[in-house]
């Protein structure tokens, strides 16, 4: 495999793509409006995996960069998975000095809990204490505004 690239910002990202994948592939945002993906990176930290160019893998974390980091939409295209690329973006954002003094960082995963438990997250310490309102096909009754 070439080497994969990693970057940051939403300026580095294709936008086009990630929105395909989501829309189309994922478990978690089928449907999902190209408008909508747009604005969540524009309010996010992005990190893409690159292969010649081509962006392979994508995450996001919904931050305020000083008390909470929210994981999301972290994918590796099929045909890139096995080979690290993940490990490779979720260092890359543990490593950043906003990340480190996060006092919680979180997640929603249905199948990669293995993956995040090299990462140090685990099961929530108190899970009573938690509440949500959980909608989700928000995304598909979304109206540009």
């Given at each position: 495999?070439s ?14 793509e ?9 478990y ?13 990176l ?12 081509e ?17 999301a ?6 045909e ?29 995963t ?25 909608n ?10």
């Open positions: 495999m080497e994969v690239i990693i970057k940051t910002g939403k300026k580095h990202m294709d936008v086009k990630i929105h395909r994948f989501l829309s189309e592939d994922s978690w945002a089928k449907g999902i409006p190209y408008e909508l993906v747009d604005h969540s524009t309010h996010s930290f992005c990190i893409g995996a690159f292969v010649n160019g962006q392979v893998g994508f995450g996001r974390v919904i931050t305020d960069y000083y008390t909470f980091g929210w994981f939409d972290i994918y590796v295209l099929p890139y998975r096995g080979q690290g690329i993940s490990k490779k973006m979720l260092a890359h954002i543990l490593e950043q000095p906003w990340s480190k003094r996060l006092r919680r960082k979180m997640l929603n249905k199948d990669a809990h293995g993956l995040y438990r090299q990462f140090q997250f685990t099961d929530l310490a108190n899970p009573s204490y938690l509440l949500e309102v959980y989700p096909n928000a995304h598909l009754q979304y109206k540009e505004e």
